[in-house]
C-alpha cells in the first residue's frame, strides 16, 4: 500500500488544519490507522490512532481536545482536523497503517512498533 499524507502548511497559533491521507487501495478499511509527528531534534510520537471500523479512537494526552482523528472507508482516506493549534504543534506529520485485527474491528494500537507503512509525511509550523 502507499499512503500519500497531505494538508499540512503553515498556520498562526489558535489556527486549524485538516490533514488527510489517501491510501492507494481498498485493503484500507481492514487496518487500524494512526497519525504520528516528529518536531526537529526529536523522536517521532503518537498523536493518534483509530480503529478500522472508525468508531474507536485514541489522542495523545498533549493534543486531546484539539485534535480528532476519523476516516472514511468509501474513499480510502484518514483525517486529521487540527485546532487551536501551538506552536509545540510543529512537526512532520505521519500517517501509518496498523495492525489488521481481523478479528475486532473495534481494535487500534498507539505502539509505533505496530506500525509497518508509512507515508512521507506533511510539515505542520505553527507560528506564535
Known amino acids: 500500500v502507499q499512503l500519500q499524507a497531505s494538508g499540512g502548511g503553515l498556520v498562526q497559533a489558535g489556527g486549524s488544519l485538516r490533514l488527510s491521507c489517501a491510501a492507494s487501495?481498498?485493503?484500507?478499511?481492514?487496518?487500524?490507522m494512526g497519525w504520528f509527528r516528529q518536531a526537529p531534534g526529536n523522536e517521532r510520537e503518537f498523536v493518534a490512532a483509530?480503529?478500522?471500523?472508525?468508531?474507536?479512537?485514541e489522542v495523545a494526552v498533549t493534543v486531546k481536545g484539539r485534535f480528532t482523528i476519523s476516516r472514511d472507508n468509501t474513499k480510502n482516506t484518514l483525517y486529521l482536523q487540527m485546532n487551536f493549534l501551538r506552536p509545540e504543534d510543529t512537526a512532520a506529520y505521519y500517517c501509518?497503517?496498523?495492525?489488521?485485527?481481523?478479528?475486532?474491528?473495534?481494535?487500534?494500537?498507539?505502539?509505533?512498533?505496530?506500525?509497518?507503512?508509512w507515508g512521507q509525511g506533511t510539515q505542520v509550523t505553527v507560528s506564535s
Open positions: 501509518a497503517r496498523g495492525p489488521p485485527y481481523t478479528s475486532c474491528r473495534n481494535c487500534y494500537t498507539n505502539r509505533q512498533g505496530d506500525y509497518h507503512a
Open positions: 487501495d481498498s485493503s484500507f478499511s481492514k487496518y487500524a
Open positions: 483509530i480503529s478500522r471500523s472508525g468508531d474507536r479512537t
